[in-house]
């Protein structure tokens, strides 16, 4: 079956960087989108953008260009999110979602456990 | 940025009809999807294509659109539908971003 398994939780100190994994299987790793999502605590979720697997060129919403970078690797079906410069706004729950096809459409299928990540002096 | 318009809160009885609605410039050509996220849960797509049911999601849960607005609608409510639910669709700048809505928060009691 379908699995998106994120790694565990970061404690992060203001202007430290974080990498979150996204490791799926149970399916063809260059045959559908990977998403990535924010939630603050106890807020809504914030789409932050996607890559694309064939070309490896990701796309980032609006809020989200910078300090955060996608990155994969297609050799262990694993996507990556990078977050330099943490703020203490950064803290909130990162998730990975499977689009259903290549490109982005909204359409997320299958989603990793989240990533809680805590930024705090 | 683009902006996608919930309500905050829904609120029915155990075998009431909820609906959630989902108001934005884009919608009219761009499909809407609805997540449903439980407490502690990552969030699951009950209704994708505006109208379209995955796999395992009960028959109570439709999708529909009309013009700038999309509704999610739970017929026969029950307990366990409680939850967030989010809408999402892309925008309309030609490129592959969009966007969720800010949420409803849907209490069955």
């Known amino acids: 079956q379908v699995q998106l398994v994120q790694s565990g939780s970061e404690l992060k100190t203001p202007g430290a960087s974080v990498k979150i994994s996204c490791k799926t299987s149970?399916?063809?790793?260059?045959?559908?989108?990977l998403n990535w999502v924010r939630q603050a605590p106890g807020q809504g979720l914030e789409w932050m953008g996607w890559i694309n697997i064939n070309t490896e060129n990701p796309i980032y919403a609006q809020d989200f260009t910078g300090r955060f970078v996608f990155s994969l690797d297609i050799s262990v079906s694993t996507a990556y999110l990078e977050i330099s410069s943490l703020r203490t706004e950064d803290t909130a729950v990162y998730y990975c979602?499977?689009?259903?096809?290549?490109?982005?459409?909204?359409?997320?299928?299958?989603w990793g456990q989240g990533t809680l990540v805590t930024v705090s002096s | 940025s683009y902006e996608l318009t919930q309500p905050p809160s829904v609120s029915v009885s155990p075998g009431q009809t909820a609906r959630i609605t989902c108001s934005g410039d884009a919608l009219p050509k761009k499909y809407g999807y609805w997540y449903l996220q439980k407490s502690g849960q990552a969030p699951v797509m009950v209704i994708y294509e505006d109208r379209k049911r995955p796999s395992g999601i009960p028959e109570r849960f439709s999708g529909s659109k009309s013009g700038t607005m999309a509704t999610l609608t739970i017929s026969g409510a029950q307990v366990e539908d409680e939850g967030d639910y989010y809408c999402?669709?892309?925008?309309?700048?030609?490129?592959?971003?969009?966007?969720f809505g800010g949420g409803t928060k849907l209490t069955v009691l």
């Open positions: 149970g399916y063809t790793f260059t045959n559908h989108a």
């Open positions: 999402y669709s892309m925008d309309n700048s030609g490129y592959p971003v969009g966007a």
């Open positions: 979602a499977r689009g259903m096809g290549l490109y982005n459409y909204g359409d997320f299928d299958s």
